[in-house]
Structures are given as structure tokens and as C-alpha cells.
């Protein structure tokens, strides 16, 4: 069953024509990593099989689906370029550069606590990392331009998810000490200084996405959600906690820095329509993903798939599969884009 035509010709057609970015900036984690981690020493890598085996001819690039990520979809739908180069990757181009690059990492999270558990690159490694990048940038294009470039271009962060399903449920360090309203309070207080960090260094226009219903992904079904594998009310409840933290810590910020637009880019009620009603949109299986069991499996655990997986909406247990990333991209452009002008 294919996804509705008009769904997908509304959300295009939306993005205005005469808006253009001259790039695009992610930082966040493994929902939009294009390949950071194989260029560092950790397990959370997807650089093999069956990882994107849907990707440019089935080529693994470390990218935690079967083919292209929410980053690679960004540039592609503004028209910049058709994919989101990860910046430790060696054979990056100076057009690379400046057409924008990924700093993510699967792993990762605001927390600090959340990347030192994975071995990854933390919020503040994958900062300097982006200081180094405007140093090589301005060598390229030169100050002027660079500046111009870190105005115009829209910063995007993808972090959370594993701060509360890994590091706040998944162990007794964080909640020995905080509830679970203050350790949200806590991880949007690090968005906001990172934000915050990204603006010094002359970004303007930043979108920093919230937090998916984390109770629904098919492993937090396996692991909490009973024999019925229903969704988790309590984590979709931190997820919605977060959000509203974020929310706020935004506007907070759009007050004091006028001349830049933070966005809070909502990730929660399409994605919670799109598996309470997988028909609507073309898919058959919501609580189970393509790799494996469908229940459990992901990264190295992912050994075999099924043979239908457009018919799914998660790849692996944790992460979609390029058909709804591309749904859900083309959702935040219709919604947000002109936020951005």
C-alpha cells in the first residue's frame, strides 16, 4: 500500500518556492546521525547491513534505518543537496562546507551522562566540533560570507530520546536524584544554553525538535509495556513534559535574542496519529519494527528484516524507517518553514 499522493503533494507544494537556505546544520543523535559514529570508537554504529540497505544502491553508511535520515530529507526537500554529509567524514568537500554538515551521533543526549554511557560525542564535543567547522569555513568563503551563511542557515537539534528512555529509565543514577519533572527541568536548562552557545557564534535561526511518544517505540512496548505490548503512558507522559520545558525555555530565549528565531518544532502528535493510525498514511505495522523480531532488535542485534518494510513505520526497534522520516519531514517543512524567514 503506498502513502497518499495528495498527503505528500499538499506538504511539498506548501513550502514556498521563493524561500531558500543556503544550508542546512544538525546537531542531535541517532535519529538523524549520518555516520559520526563510525569514525569514533563506539558500539552504537549502523555501519553494516542490513542498515541501509535501501540507501544509494544498499550501501551501509551508518545511518539507523534503511535509508536516508530526517537530516538527509532537510536538505533535500529545501533543494540544497540530497544528502547531509557527516562532518568527521574525511572526504568532505569545501562545497561540503558550505552547503551545511551533520554533527550527530547516535547515543547522544542533552544530559552529558547520556554520550559518556555510549562512548559518543557529547552536546559539548559536538559544539566544538562546530567551532571548527566555522574556522574551515571561514578559510573557504572568508568572513563576510560565513557570517552570512550561520545567519541565513537553519540550525537544527535532535536530542532527548535517550536521555529519558537510556539514562533516566534505563539506570538508577539519574533518578536517585531527580524526579522525573525536575530532570526534564534539567535537560531543557542544557538546550537552552546550547542554544544559547550556537547563537554567540552567529546562528539565528535554529529549530530544536521535541520529543517523540516515546512509550510507542516498539521496544519500550517489549520492555514496559505489558503482555499486550501496549504504549507506555508514563514515558509518553515524560516525553510530553519535556516538550512543554522546551517549549518554554525557547520563548524564554526568543525574548532576550530578537533578532534570531528559536523554534520549538513539534515532534509528538503527528508522529503518535501516524502509529494510532498507520492505515491513514500507508503503513500496516506500528508496534513492531522491520528488523528482527520487530520487538527488541537494534544496531548489532539487527541480523535479518522483513521483505515488506514500506508496510512499516519503524526500521528497528527504536528508529522509523525512511518512508515515515520522509512523512514527517515533509510535516515540519508544511508547519515551520516560514517560521524560519
Given at each position: 500500500?503506498?502513502?497518499?499522493?495528495?498527503?505528500?503533494?499538499?506538504?511539498?507544494n506548501?513550502?514556498?518556492?521563493?524561500?531558500?537556505?543556503?544550508?542546512?546544520?544538525v546537531?542531535?543523535?541517532?535519529l538523524?546521525?549520518?555516520?559520526?559514529?563510525?569514525?569514533?570508537?563506539?558500539?552504537?554504529?549502523a555501519?553494516?547491513?542490513?542498515?541501509?540497505?535501501?540507501?544509494?544502491?544498499?550501501?551501509?553508511?551508518?545511518?539507523?534505518?534503511?535509508?536516508?535520515?530526517?537530516?538527509?530529507?532537510?536538505?533535500?526537500?529545501?533543494?540544497?543537496?540530497?544528502?547531509?554529509?557527516?562532518?568527521?567524514?574525511?572526504?568532505?568537500?569545501?562545497?561540503?562546507?558550505i552547503t551545511?554538515v551533520?554533527?550527530a551521533?547516535?547515543?547522544?543526549?542533552?544530559?552529558p551522562?547520556?554520550?559518556?554511557?555510549?562512548?559518543?560525542?557529547?552536546?559539548?564535543?559536538?559544539?566544538?566540533?562546530?567551532?571548527?567547522?566555522?574556522?574551515?569555513?571561514?578559510?573557504?568563503?572568508?568572513?563576510?560570507?560565513?557570517?552570512?551563511?550561520?545567519?541565513?542557515?537553519?540550525?537544527?537539534?535532535?536530542?532527548g530520546?535517550?536521555d529519558?528512555?537510556?539514562?533516566?529509565?534505563?539506570?538508577p543514577?539519574?533518578?536517585?536524584?531527580?524526579?522525573?519533572?525536575?530532570?526534564?527541568?534539567?535537560l531543557?536548562s542544557?538546550?537552552?544554553?546550547?542554544?544559547?552557545?550556537?547563537?554567540?557564534?552567529g546562528?539565528?535561526?535554529?529549530?530544536?525538535?521535541?520529543?517523540?511518544?516515546?512509550?510507542?517505540?516498539?521496544?519500550?512496548?517489549?520492555?514496559?509495556?505489558?503482555?499486550?505490548?501496549e504504549?507506555?503512558?508514563?514515558?509518553?507522559?515524560?516525553?510530553?513534559?519535556?516538550?512543554?520545558?522546551?517549549?518554554?525555555?525557547?520563548?524564554?530565549?526568543?525574548?532576550?535574542?530578537p533578532?534570531?528565531?528559536?523554534?520549538?518544532?513539534?515532534?509528538y502528535?503527528?508522529?503518535?496519529?501516524?502509529?494510532?493510525?498507520?492505515?491513514?498514511?500507508?503503513f500496516?505495522?506500528a508496534?513492531?519494527?522491520?528488523?528482527?523480531?520487530g520487538?527488541?532488535?537494534?544496531?548489532?542485534?539487527?541480523?535479518?528484516?522483513?521483505?515488506?518494510?514500506?508496510?512499516?513505520?519503524?526500521?528497528?526497534?527504536?528508529?522509523?524507517?525512511?518512508?515515515?522520516?520522509?512523512?514527517?519531514?515533509?510535516?515540519?517543512?508544511?508547519q515551520?518553514?516560514?517560521?524560519?524567514?
Amino acid at each position: 500500500m503506498n502513502v497518499s499522493l495528495p498527503y505528500i503533494a499538499e506538504a511539498v507544494n506548501s513550502i514556498p518556492k521563493n524561500i531558500t537556505f543556503p544550508a542546512v546544520i544538525v546537531f542531535g543523535d541517532s535519529l538523524v546521525d549520518t555516520g559520526n559514529n563510525n569514525y569514533i570508537k563506539t558500539i552504537a554504529k549502523a555501519n553494516y547491513l542490513p542498515y541501509g540497505k535501501d540507501f544509494m544502491g544498499g550501501k551501509p553508511t551508518g545511518r539507523f534505518s534503511n535509508g536516508k535520515v530526517p537530516s538527509d530529507l532537510l536538505v533535500e526537500e529545501l533543494g540544497i543537496k540530497p544528502l547531509l554529509p557527516a562532518y568527521l567524514d574525511p572526504t568532505l568537500t569545501a562545497q561540503d562546507l558550505i552547503t551545511g554538515v551533520n554533527f550527530a551521533s547516535g547515543g547522544a543526549g542533552y544530559d552529558p551522562l547520556t554520550s559518556d554511557i555510549a562512548s559518543v560525542l557529547s552536546l559539548s564535543k559536538q559544539l566544538e566540533l562546530f567551532k571548527d567547522y566555522i574556522i574551515k569555513l571561514k578559510r573557504i568563503a572568508g568572513e563576510e560570507r560565513t557570517s552570512t551563511i550561520l545567519r541565513e542557515t537553519p540550525i537544527i537539534l535532535v536530542f532527548g530520546s535517550n536521555d529519558i528512555t537510556n539514562t533516566y529509565y534505563g539506570g538508577p543514577l539519574r533518578k536517585s536524584h531527580y524526579d522525573i519533572s525536575s530532570y526534564v527541568g534539567l535537560l531543557g536548562s542544557y538546550a537552552s544554553s546550547f542554544v544559547q552557545d550556537l547563537y554567540k557564534l552567529g546562528a539565528r535561526r535554529i529549530g530544536v525538535f521535541g520529543l517523540p511518544p516515546l512509550g510507542c517505540l516498539p521496544s519500550q512496548r517489549t520492555l514496559k509495556g505489558g503482555a499486550e505490548r501496549e504504549c507506555v503512558e508514563l514515558y509518553n507522559q515524560a516525553a510530553q513534559l519535556f516538550n512543554d520545558k522546551l517549549s518554554v525555555e525557547l520563548n524564554s530565549v526568543n525574548s532576550r535574542f530578537p533578532d534570531a528565531r528559536m523554534i520549538y518544532i513539534d515532534i509528538y502528535n503527528h508522529p503518535l496519529d501516524l502509529i494510532q493510525n498507520p492505515n491513514k498514511y500507508g503503513f500496516r505495522t506500528a508496534n513492531k519494527g522491520c528488523c528482527g523480531s520487530g520487538t527488541i532488535e537494534v544496531a548489532f542485534l539487527c541480523k535479518y528484516t522483513c521483505s515488506n518494510v514500506s508496510e512499516y513505520i519503524f526500521w528497528d526497534s527504536f528508529h522509523p524507517t525512511e518512508k515515515a522520516y520522509r512523512l514527517l519531514v515533509q510535516q515540519i517543512l508544511q508547519q515551520y518553514v516560514n517560521n524560519f524567514i
